[in-house]
């Protein structure tokens, strides 16, 4: 049995819908779990809703996620009265009510608003399969996903999911050879929707690998595979045919965004192998990532921007040391912040981090009442995974370099445009 995962991009019209069901078509004799994202950019626009900035911005985001959705199910069904577009209504609704009930804690009410997203693709993912005679089953990833109520960043109670999994999802596949399920999304114990992360889906793909112990996890990509850079930032990216899981763990948890970097784990505990294959091509060869250890032929490279570097020393010009840390790392984990690099001196700890706005600006409070603090917006991070000098040298041209930190085998540096 194999897992395949869908992203936003891979469903963001209704021809994406067609070709992820020839591409299911073609895997006919398999037994597959199959792990969908939310539409294109929905949940960009769910995002919008969750944190509107007035009524009409919340009106405008919920009438925009209403027509993009009935459009793609206006092109895919013609039956204008198909069951398929009262769902939709149905969910829509339900998305209203969610965005319109208040909750004292910000992070549970985006869950229940930006959870709808992945709802409403599997629906019309699910019902066109059926149009096109691939049996499949529509399973509800809350009722399998259970995590805690660390809202938008929940963890997994992996015992209770594997019993799930196999209570639930094993048997649809016996009947249905196909299940259609949601990434990113879960549940905590008291039925509150909780999501994993944005980008979460890989991990969904990973976690239900783990609890079936499937064959291999299939990730479908607008890319050939797993590349040393992001065609969006460099030039003349390489295909890697090979990773290991080592090197795919550092690359993801540098940024590299084409696999979710908490996916790794429960595949390398398991062993099993995941593909990132073309939906573009979905012939071609891909990327393979295992547990053989191979060392990448060329320098891979991930480029972070918007990042904001701070700098944080005691009041009085005593040392860093332990307490000071510890209590630094509790206020960034209070502020659910995540850091890109960190660097200590004898009085300064320096830390890189992505700039949020929903979080940064209390953080930098929240550090003030106990230290100083000295911070930089709008600088570039680019880490080098199997560096050389020439391929720094290169990256650094008309950059001003605020930080650098090297080990063996990776360089990251925190730089800013020179003007
Ligand atoms: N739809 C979610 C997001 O855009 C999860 C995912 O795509 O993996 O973040
Ligand atoms: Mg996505």
Known sequence: MKVFKFGGASVKDAAGVKNVAAILKHYHKDEIIVVVSAMGKTTNALEKLARPKNKAEAKQALEEIESYHYKIAEELFADKNANIFAEIKKDIAQLQKNAETESKDYHEHYDQVVSIGEILSTR??????????????????????????????????????????????????????????????????????????????????????????????????????????????????????????????????YGATVIHPKTIKPLQNKNIPLFVKSFVDPAAEGTRIDNENSQLPIPCFIFKVNQVLISVSPKDFSFIVEESLSHIFEILAKHKVKTNVIQNSAINFSLCIDDDADKIPALIKALQEDFRVLYNTKLELVTIRYYDQATVDRVCIDKKILLEHKSRYTVQIVMQNKK
């Open 124 to 253: 019309i993912v699910s019902t066109y399969l059926e149009l096109e005679h691939i049996k499949n089953e529509w399973i509800d990833a809350r009722e399998i996903i259970c995590t805690d109520d660390n809202y938008r960043d929940a963890k997994v109670d992996f015992e209770k999911t594997k019993e799930k999994v196999e209570a639930q999802i094993i048997p649809s596949l016996k009947k249905s050879k196909i299940v259609i399920t949601q990434g990113f999304i879960g549940q905590t114990p008291k039925k509150k929707i909780t999501t994993l992360g944005r980008e979460g889906s890989d991990y969904t793909a990973a976690i239900l690998a783990y609890c079936s112990s499937a064959e291999s996890v299939t990730i479908w990509k607008d890319v050939p595979g797993v590349l040393n850079a992001d065609p969006k930032w460099f030039d003349n990216t390489v295909k890697i045919d090979h990773l290991s899981y080592q090197d795919a763990i550092e690359l993801a948890y």
